[in-house]
């Protein structure tokens, strides 16, 4: 395949991952810090390397330092799920959430908790990344029935389908009472009491999706043209088209085995990435790693104080942030 040069601005790509980083690294460190009750470094030290088994020390390793971790994995992999999503439907709207994969994976996750028992982690995630794959099929296979892949088609049926998804999961749920309320705040998206262990079996499959996703980044600058400028680039069409399903796929069902559908991370942050890097997807992809890891985090810290003493769903934050940008952008569109 040929290589395509695009243009972008000429912020240093180090830099800018540098800075990026060392913001990361706060917001986790304010993470693990703030909340109901704030603790400062010297009890997050002696909680983590001098345990001793006091509220302070068991608070900070079993519910803190998971939600630390598993925020910015979770905002990592929906970052760069919605980079590929707009680059295969052709269109800045599109996003997990748009395209119904979001609730896709949410179905499944639901489905095979109540009527097949799986709780496990492992579980989990086969059938949310199952329940994503399915969905992007689908909803891809429906668009293109009528010849070629209108951006515009893509979202509507990806809209349909994902209330369709989230539809038959309230029916769910209507209909089991013992596992409503656990679930119901599952799925509005959130990384509280979350054990460690959804981290920990959640990052290879994370990294795995990341790594795809650098691998795809050549043939997906080709694909941000039209289908036959992309395969006269020597770009596989279908090979690629297929790679990215399964890689977005592997990265939102990640995400929403780890925390719940969090709306509109996908969405939002492939704009301000762009905005910073341009066009070019191994670009795109860091900074979109790193800026959905720094977007998820902050609203988590926000999401405890915005209705302190109680807190909110982490989803309810970035859908709502989510929410005023599509507006925003359908604004200027039509403008």
């Known amino acids: 395949m040929r290589s395509i040069s695009l243009s972008t601005p000429s912020r240093p790509m180090t830099s800018l991952a540098i800075t990026l980083s060392a913001i990361l690294i706060l917001f986790v460190a304010a993470s693990v810090a703030l909340g109901y009750r704030q603790y400062w470094p010297a009890a997050i030290w002696n909680a983590v390397f001098a345990f001793d088994g ?3 020390a068991v608070v900070i390793t079993t519910l803190r330092i998971p939600r630390a971790l598993l925020a910015p994995l979770v905002g990592a992999a929906l970052g760069v799920a919605g980079v590929l999503t707009q680059t295969l ?11 119904g994969i979001n609730g896709g994976a949410a179905l499944a996750v639901v489905a095979s908790s109540i009527w097949l028992g799986i709780g496990s982690i492992a579980g989990m995630s086969v059938a949310a990344i199952s329940g994503a ?3 992007s099929l689908l909803v891809f296979g429906v668009a293109a029935t009528s010849g070629g892949f ?3 088609r893509i979202v509507l049926v990806g809209v349909t389908v994902g209330g369709l998804a989230y539809s038959i999961v309230q029916i769910i749920l209507t209909t089991n009472e013992a596992q409503l309320k656990e679930l119901l705040f599952w799925l509005t998206g ?3 009491d979350r054990p460690i262990a959804f981290a920990i079996g959640g990052a290879p499959v994370v990294l795995a999706g990341l790594a795809a996703a650098w691998m795809l980044a050549q043939p997906l600058d080709a694909l941000q043209a039209d289908d036959t400028t992309a395969a006269n680039l020597g770009v596989p069409l279908a090979v690629v088209r297929w790679a990215g399903f399964l890689t977005v796929s592997l990265l939102t069902g990640a995400g929403v085995c780890m925390a719940g559908p969090v709306g509109f991370v996908g969405f939002v942050v492939p704009h301000l990435a762009r905005w910073l890097v341009g066009l ?3 670009r795109l992809i860091v900074t979109s790693a790193l800026i959905g890891a720094i977007y998820a985090t902050a609203a988590d810290i926000l999401a405890r104080f915005i209705i302190y003493p109680a807190e909110a769903p982490v989803g309810a934050i970035t859908s709502t942030v989510g929410g005023i940008t599509l507006l925003i952008l359908l ?4 403008a």
């Open 54 to 56: 006091s509220e302070s």
């Open 89 to 99: 439907a052709r269109n800045r709207i599109a996003s997990p959430d748009t395209l």
């Open 133 to 135: 794959l399915a969905t």
């Open 150 to 152: 209108s951006p515009i």
């Open 190 to 192: 959130s990384f509280a």
């Open 280 to 282: 070019s997807h191994r």
């Open 331 to 334: 604004e200027r569109r039509a």
